[in-house]
């Protein structure tokens, strides 16, 4: 078995939680920033750990900045859990949607799965028309990849990357 690990740009991610939500898209009763069932778990992790997260400390941040921890907490898990496994690749989510043909073929080569016309041709239909649907799969991959930027404010862009960018999962989004 190999595992890919796909990271999102963690203003994407929370950009896609809040409009998930927003459409009725995610299900539960709470949304997920104030969902505290699962940010404690989260805070029994060795990475919020080293980090001195507190469930108080949590609730009295806005709902984006919880949301960013989610992401650096469940990416830097992820990158942890997998550092010492040779059948694990990490990618960047918008390296993917800037080359969906390229990159994919990389993913499926490193995962020892056989490539075939039928996916390509699927990958490039998939990617040249574009839906609205939440979970729709066929979309233009650069506008997903970038729709945060005009989905979120300016504060809320420096609230999550404030948090983030000293993350070693958000490392890999410094530019």
Same mark, same amino acid.
């Given at each position: 078995?190999?595992?890919?690990?796909?990271?999102?740009?963690?203003?994407?991610?929370?950009?896609?939680?809040?409009?998930?939500?927003? /459409?009725?898209?995610?299900?539960?009763?709470?949304?997920?920033?104030?969902?505290?069932?699962?940010?404690?778990?989260?805070? $029994?992790?060795? *990475?919020?750990?080293?980090?001195?997260? @507190?469930?108080?400390?949590?609730?009295?941040?806005?709902?984006?900045?919880?949301? !960013?921890?989610?992401?650096?907490?469940?990416?830097?898990?992820?990158?942890?859990?997998?550092? *010492?496994?040779?059948?694990? =690749?990490?990618?960047?989510?918008?390296?993917?949607?800037?080359?969906?043909?390229?990159?994919?073929?990389?993913?499926? !080569?490193? @995962?020892?799965?056989?490539?075939?016309?039928?996916?390509? @041709?699927?990958?490039?239909?998939? =990617?040249?028309?574009?839906?609205?649907?939440?979970?729709?799969?066929?979309?233009?991959?650069?506008?997903? !990849?970038?729709?945060?930027?005009?989905?979120?404010?300016?504060?809320?862009?420096? $609230?999550?990357?404030?948090? @983030? /960018?000293?993350?070693?999962?958000?490392?890999?989004?410094?530019?």
């Amino acid at each position: 078995c190999h595992a890919v690990h796909i990271l999102r740009h963690p203003c994407g991610y929370v950009s896609s939680i809040l409009r998930g939500e927003s /459409q009725g898209q995610l299900g539960g009763d709470v949304p997920s920033s104030d969902d505290y069932g699962i940010y404690d778990l989260l805070l $029994r992790t060795a *990475e919020a750990g080293a980090r001195d997260l @507190t469930l108080d400390g949590l609730r009295a941040l806005h709902p984006v900045e919880r949301l !960013a921890w989610r992401w650096v907490i469940y990416n830097e898990k992820a990158m942890n859990d997998c550092a *010492e496994l040779p059948a694990c =690749t990490r990618v960047r989510y918008e390296d993917l949607c800037a080359d969906p043909l390229a990159g994919y073929q990389a993913l499926f !080569a490193a @995962t020892g799965l056989p490539w075939d016309d039928q996916t390509g @041709t699927f990958i490039r239909t998939s =990617t040249e028309n574009s839906t609205d649907s939440y979970y729709g799969v066929y979309r233009n991959p650069l506008d997903a !990849a970038e729709s945060w930027k005009q989905q979120l404010s300016a504060e809320d862009i420096q $609230r999550i990357l404030a948090i @983030t /960018q000293g993350s070693r999962a958000g490392a890999l989004y410094d530019e």
